[in-house]
C-alpha cells in the first residue's frame, strides 16, 4: 500500500492514494484471495484489520482515492475504543479525539437538562470522544499500513459485480477505466447505505423512516465552550424546530439543525442559507462575534432499518450497508465497528478451521439482536427530537414545557446515548450459574483497575486474539484438574490464554499462565467473584460462559469439550 503525503483542504488532513491494479494474468487477478471486502470506510477498514490480528489478509476495494471529507460520524463510544485497542489504533484517536462526559438540553434559552454518562475510577477510557469520521479513516488506513502484506487497499476501485459459486466467489473490478476480475472465498460488504451488493442481491432495508430534514453543517470556530452535547428545542434561532451542536478537533463544530419537513433541500443547502443560520444561532449562543470559516455542508434524513439476515452465501453485510440507525444516540458508526468485532474473529475461525460456517449464524442472531435494541433507543430519541405526527409535537411540547419544574420529565430529552449490547440469546451462550452479581453469559466483561508484571493495566488490556479463561483465585490456586486441562489446551487451536487473578501476590507469567493482582479489589467485587470463579470470554470481550467454583463439574466437562467446540 502506497501513499503520498498529505495535502491540506481546508481543515482537512487526507492522504491521496494513487489507484492501483492488480498482478493480472489477461483480465483477472493472478491471486485468489480469502477475503475481499467492498467498502475502505470505518467499518470496512476495521473488518481489514481484525482478520489481519488472527493472520488472514483481505483485499480493500474502495472506490474513492483519498479518506472521506466532512465531520460525518464524530462521537467513538467507549466500546468502540476497545475495539480500536484490539485493533492497534487507539492511541492516535485517544491523542486527537476530544473526550466529553455529558451534555446540556435547553428549551428555548432554558436548561432543562444536564446529563452525564457513566464513568468512574475503574474505566480505562472516557465514556465518548468526538473526532471526525476522516480523522478515524486515516487512523485506520495507517494501522492498516502496519500489516505488511494481510492488507492490501485497493483505492479508485469499485467492485461492479459479482457471481456466487458454492466454494467463493468471482468478482468484477474496475480500476482507472479498466475491468478486470478476481476469485475470494468470503465477501464482506461494507459499501455504505447505498451499498451496491445489496442492490444487486434486490436487498431492501426494512423499518421506520421519518420525513424530518436536517441540515449539517462543519464550522471553523474558536468557541471557549467546553467539549459537551448541546441541544436546543425551539430556539430563537430555529422557531419550533432543534439544533445539536459538538466541538470536533482542530476548533471545528458541528451543527445540525432541522428545516421544516416540507422545506426544499437544495434551497435550504445553498451557502447563503446556511450562513445566514449559522450566523443567527451563534449570535444567540454568544459566539457571533467570532470569526468563523464554514468548511462542509450536507444533509441527513433519519431511519432506523435493517436488512432480515445480514448473511447471503459467501457475502456478509456489515456496518451502513447492513443497517441505518439515527443519529441521535450516536449509534451508526458505533454499531458498524461492533460489527466487525463480531464478524473478525468469527469469520477468521472458519478460515482457519477451527469452525464450521454455522458459527456464522451468530454473527447474524446477534447482531440483529443489537439492531432491535440499538433501533428501541434510536427511536425514541429520534421522535422526541422530531415528532413524527402533530399529536406527538403536541406531548413533547407539552413535556418540554413542564420539564423545568419536573426533573422526571427533563429525562424525556435524554439523548439515550449508545451502550454496551448484550446478548442473552446468543447461541453461543452457554448455562450460567446463580451469581449474585456480575456479567451474564452474552454480556461483556467489565472493566477494572489491575496490576500485572508490567505495572498498572486494567481488565480489558488482556483480552486479544484469543479466548480468554480468567480464573478467580485468592492465593492463585487453581484446581489441579482445571490445571490439568488447560495445560493441555496450550498451543490448540484456537488460541486460549489462561489468566489468574488473585487477590496478593507478586504478578508473573510463562507460557502457560498470566497471573494478574486484583490490587484494588475491584474485579472480583464486579464480576461476582469475591469466593473464587471462573470467566470464559470470547475474543471480543463477551463472556461465554461464567462458573461459581473451578472445581465444578460442568467447567470441567465444558474444558474437557475444548478446543473443538471452542468457537462453535
Not at 179 to 208: C, F, M, P, T
Not at 544 to 566: C, F, S
Amino acid at each position: 500500500m502506497q501513499t503520498s503525503a498529505p495535502r491540506r483542504i481546508g481543515p482537512f488532513v487526507l492522504d491521496e492514494h494513487p489507484a492501483r491494479l492488480p498482478a493480472m494474468i489477461g483480465k483477472r487477478d493472478a491471486s485468489r484471495h480469502k477475503v475481499v471486502i467492498a467498502g475502505g470506510g470505518p467499518v470496512g477498514l476495521a473488518c481489514a484489520l481484525a482478520l489481519a490480528n488472527w493472520g488472514i489478509a483481505s483485499v480493500v476495494l474502495e472506490a474513492d482515492t483519498t479518506v472521506c471529507d466532512g465531520s460525518r460520524a464524530i462521537c467513538i463510544s467507549r466500546r468502540s475504543l476497545q475495539i480500536l485497542q484490539r485493533l492497534d489504533a487507539l492511541d492516535a484517536h485517544l491523542d486527537k479525539g476530544l473526550p466529553w462526559l455529558g451534555g446540556r438540553t435547553f428549551h428555548r434559552e432554558r436548561e432543562i437538562l444536564h446529563f452525564t454518562m457513566p464513568n468512574d475510577e475503574d474505566q480505562k477510557l472516557p465514556p465518548m470522544i468526538n473526532i471526525q469520521q476522516y480523522w478515524i479513516e486515516q487512523f485506520l488506513v495507517e494501522a492498516a499500513a502496519r500489516r505488511s502484506g494481510l492488507i492490501d487497499i485497493r483505492w479508485g476501485t469499485t467492485l461492479t459485480g459479482f457471481r456466487q459459486h458454492p466454494d467463493g466467489l468471482e468478482l468484477d473490478a474496475r480500476c482507472e477505466a479498466t475491468d478486470y476480475q478476481l476469485d475470494a472465498d468470503w465477501l464482506i460488504a461494507a459499501d455504505g447505505g447505498q451499498s451496491l451488493l445489496r442492490k444487486q442481491l434486490g436487498l431492501k432495508l426494512e423499518g421506520v423512516g421519518w420525513n424530518s430534514k436536517f441540515v449539517i453543517v462543519d464550522v471553523e470556530l474558536p468557541s471557549p465552550y467546553p467539549t459537551e452535547r448541546r441541544a436546543w428545542f425551539d430556539p430563537p434561532s430555529n422557531p419550533g424546530l432543534t439544533v445539536l451542536m459538538h466541538r470536533q478537533p482542530d476548533d471545528l463544530w458541528r451543527i445540525d439543525y432541522q428545516i421544516p419537513d416540507d422545506a426544499d433541500m437544495d434551497e435550504a443547502l445553498k451557502p447563503a442559507n446556511v450562513e445566514a443560520f449559522v450566523q443567527r444561532h451563534l449570535d444567540f449562543t454568544g459566539e457571533g462575534s467570532l470569526p468563523r470559516k464554514t468548511v462542509w455542508i450536507s444533509a441527513y434524513r433519519a431511519g432506523a432499518m435493517t436488512l432480515e439476515t445480514y448473511r447471503h452465501g459467501r457475502v456478509l453485510f456489515a456496518g451502513n450497508a447492513a443497517h441505518a440507525l439515527p443519529i441521535f444516540g450516536v449509534r451508526g458508526l458505533n454499531s458498524g465497528l461492533d460489527d466487525a468485532d463480531n464478524l473478525g474473529w468469527k469469520l477468521a475461525a472458519v478460515i482457519h478451521g477451527w469452525s464450521d460456517q454455522s458459527l456464522l449464524a451468530s454473527y447474524d442472531a446477534e447482531r440483529l439482536h443489537a439492531f432491535r435494541v440499538n433501533a428501541a433507543a434510536a427511536i425514541q430519541s429520534t421522535e422526541f427530537m422530531a415528532p413524527p405526527t402533530p399529536g406527538a409535537r403536541l406531548m413533547r411540547d407539552a413535556a418540554l414545557s413542564l420539564s423545568l419544574a419536573h426533573s422526571a420529565i427533563s429525562q424525556l430529552a435524554n439523548p439515550r446515548q449508545t451502550s454496551v449490547i448484550t446478548y442473552e440469546n446468543s447461541p453461543l451462550n452457554l448455562p450460567d450459574d446463580a451469581f449474585e452479581c456480575g456479567p451474564v453469559p452474552g454480556a461483556a466483561l467489565l472493566e477494572a483497575p489491575v496490576r500485572s508484571a508490567d505495572g498498572e493495566c486494567h481488565l480489558t488490556d488482556l483480552l486479544g486474539t484469543h479466548w480468554t479463561i480468567l480464573v478467580f483465585s485468592a492465593d492463585a490456586w487453581l484446581d489441579p484438574q482445571l490445571d490439568e486441562r488447560l495445560r493441555q489446551l496450550q498451543g490448540k487451536s484456537p488460541p486460549l490464554r489462561t489468566v489468574v487473578i488473585a487477590a496478593t501476590g507478586r504478578p508473573d507469567g510463562d507460557a502457560y499462565r498470566v497471573l494478574i493482582i486484583d490490587h484494588r479489589r475491584r474485579a472480583a467485587a464486579l464480576h461476582g467473584a469475591d469466593s473464587g470463579a471462573v470467566y470464559l470470554i470470547r475474543p471480543d470481550g463477551h463472556v461465554a460462559g461464567r462458573w461459581l467454583r473451578q472445581d465444578d463439574p460442568a467447567l470441567l466437562e465444558q474444558m474437557r469439550k475444548l478446543p473443538t467446540t471452542l468457537a462453535v
